[in-house]
């Protein structure tokens, strides 16, 4: 039987692809045999590499430009004749206060948290629907967008869009392209101290995740894989959870401080070492 986890002869193209959830994603793309490209504003001093040696291809690209996003995704589809995958990474936003936030500084983080996955998207579509085989997009959203999301008003309901925009596409691109979201949760990145602190914080809070620890950027890429593959063929409009069972109930810890006094389902497993 066919593996159908094997993607040789795909192209994928993966935006903000050069590091963090996105590099891994690539990477893991590139172990299952596809063509990967990935974009960003500057290119890598080292590109994403499979396990066999073969490293993704580079597009430079500002997804908040409409313009730098069509050109992208003609590119990546021009380079190898074809577009399978489409994985709207490309996203984030540092934290803000948002009595003070700028208009200018809301407005981008909408841009790249929604517009651009949109736009990217059309363009994806216009290429896959007349394929052979069609294609898929996957969404990387968050669960900021499930939420409040304090410190990132602008991000979270950018999210929040995010989850519409997927299930929205999902119909008006059917049947040849299905379009799936990933609502990420806590994830251990190179930028975890930005949010969390210091390693001890950061195992900390992974602590109060369910399965005892924060997501690990593999965690999020095998979902990408799965929703891209032929196991996914019946799946489409979905918001896939990928955050270890959620976060810990504010009220459970307010009426039992006292971590001795919770019961088993209460009480955070043992913090994991902190993960890079």
Same mark, same amino acid.
């Given at each position: 039987?066919?593996?159908? $986890?094997? +993607? ?20 893991? +793309? ?27 291809? +580079? ?6 430009? =409409?313009?730098? /996003? ?7 589809? %021009? ?37 651009? =996955? ?56 059917? =049947? ?30 992974? /602590?109060?995740? &369910? ?5 690990? =950027? ?21 918001? $896939? ?5 959620? %976060?810990? &109930? ?27």
């Amino acid at each position: 039987m066919t593996d159908p $986890l094997a +993607f040789d002869g795909r192209v994928v193209l993966v935006t903000g692809g050069t590091r963090g959830i996105g590099r891994q994603i690539a990477t893991r +793309f590139l172990a299952a045999g596809a063509e990967v490209v990935v974009s960003g504003r500057r290119e890598p001093a080292e590109p994403p590499t499979g396990p066999d040696g073969r490293a993704a291809t +580079f597009v430079a690209a500002d997804v908040r430009d =409409p313009d730098q /996003a069509a050109t992208m995704v003609a590119a990546s589809g %021009e380079r190898h004749g074809r577009l399978d995958v489409l994985v709207n990474n490309a996203g984030g936003s540092p934290p803000a206060d948002t009595a003070t936030a700028s208009p200018r500084f809301s407005e981008s983080i909408v841009r790249l948290n929604l517009l651009a =996955p949109l736009w990217c998207a059309q363009h994806a579509y216009a290429r896959m629907r007349d394929q052979d085989g069609g294609g898929v997009i996957v969404n990387i959203g968050s669960v900021s967008g499930t939420r409040p999301s304090p410190g990132t008003a602008a991000y979270g309901a950018a999210k929040a869009g995010l989850i519409n925009l997927t299930r929205t596409l999902a119909v008006e691109f059917a =049947p040849t392209v299905r379009v799936n979201v990933v609502v990420v949760g806590l994830v251990h990145t190179e930028q975890s101290g930005l949010f969390y602190g210091d390693d001890e914080a950061v195992a900390a809070v992974g /602590a109060t995740v &369910p399965l005892g620890r924060m997501a690990d =950027p593999a965690d999020v890429a095998d979902a990408c894989l799965y929703l891209s593959s032929p196991l996914a063929r019946y799946v489409s409009g979905a918001a $896939l959870r990928v955050d270890g069972g959620g %976060e810990h &109930p504010a009220y459970l810890t307010a009426a039992r401080p006292d971590p001795s006094s919770r019961g088993p389902a209460d009480r955070p497993a043992d913090p994991p070492s902190a993960r890079r």
